[in-house]
C-alpha cells in the first residue's frame, strides 16, 4: 500500500524566510504532483515530476525529486503572505492514475 | 474557458435518498477521477478512468459508482447516501501521463442527514 508522508502539517514563517517542505513516499513511483489548496477553493495544479533529480521552479517555489530516496522537497524562498495556503503532493502508483495525497501542509505567511 | 465543471456545488440529502453529482471538462481529456476532502484525512481517490468505458477502483470506492460513457463527462453516484459520506467532493481531469497535473472542479459539498 502505497503512503505519503508530508511534514510539517503546519508551518507559520515570516516573510522574508525560507523553508521546505518534504514529501515522503512509500513505494516506487512514476510521478509526483505538488498542489496548492486556498481556503474554501479548489486545487491549483503547481509542479509534475517526472524522474529522479528533476528540479521544477515557480517564482519562489522550487520543487525537487529524489526517487531513490522517495522525497520530493517544496523549498519557499523569501516567503510572501500571498503564499499563505495548503501544499498537497501527491503520487502515483506506477503505471496507473491511481493517486494517494498527503495530508497537506497549511502555511502561513506572517508579516 | 477551460474547465472542469461539477454539479451541484452544495447539496443537503437524505440518508439512503439516490444522488449524481455530474462532472464534465471540455478540454479532451483522456483522464478523470473523483476525490473526497475530509479534515484530518486530506484528498482520497475514490475512482478514477483512464478512457471511456474505462473506470477503476481508488482507495474509497465503497458506497459509490461512477460511469464514463462520454469522454467529458464522469458522474459520481451515490446509491444509497450514508452520513458517512458527508463531505467535500472534487473532480479532476487530466490530458494524460504526461509533464501536466490534473485540473480540478470547484468542489461540491455534500451533507447526508
Known amino acids: 500500500e502505497l503512503k505519503v508522508e508530508q511534514n510539517p502539517l503546519f508551518l507559520s514563517m515570516q516573510e522574508g524566510k525560507n523553508y521546505t517542505i518534504y514529501c515522503n513516499y512509500s513505494t516506487t513511483s512514476d510521478r509526483l504532483y505538488w498542489y496548492r489548496q486556498d481556503p474554501g477553493k479548489s486545487l491549483e495544479s503547481l509542479f509534475v515530476l517526472l524522474s529522479n533529480g528533476a528540479v521544477k521552479q515557480e517564482g519562489r517555489l522550487m520543487a525537487s525529486l529524489d526517487t531513490k530516496a522517495r522525497l520530493s522537497t517544496l523549498h519557499i524562498t523569501a516567503a510572501v503572505h500571498d503564499l499563505s495556503a495548503t501544499y498537497f503532493c501527491a503520487v502515483d502508483i506506477g503505471g496507473s492514475e491511481k493517486l494517494v495525497f498527503g495530508k497537506g501542509t497549511k502555511l502561513t505567511v506572517n508579516p | ?113
Request: aromatic share 12%; glycine share 8%.
Open chain 2, 1 to 113: 474557458e477551460a474547465q472542469v465543471t461539477q454539479n451541484p456545488r452544495y447539496l443537503i440529502t437524505v440518508t439512503g435518498k439516490k444522488l449524481t453529482v455530474t462532472c464534465s471538462q471540455n478540454m479532451n481529456h483522456e483522464y478523470m477521477s473523483w476525490y473526497r476532502q475530509d479534515p484530518g484525512l486530506g484528498l482520497r481517490q475514490i475512482y478514477y478512468s483512464m478512457n471511456v468505458e474505462v473506470t477503476d477502483k481508488g482507495d474509497v470506492p465503497e458506497g459509490y459508482k461512477v460511469s464514463r460513457k462520454e469522454k467529458r463527462n464522469f458522474p459520481l453516484i451515490l446509491e444509497s447516501p450514508s452520513p458517512n459520506q458527508t463531505s467535500l467532493y472534487f473532480c479532476a481531469s487530466s490530458l494524460g501521463r504526461g509533464p501536466w497535473g490534473y485540473t480540478f472542479g470547484s468542489g461540491t459539498r455534500l451533507t447526508v442527514v
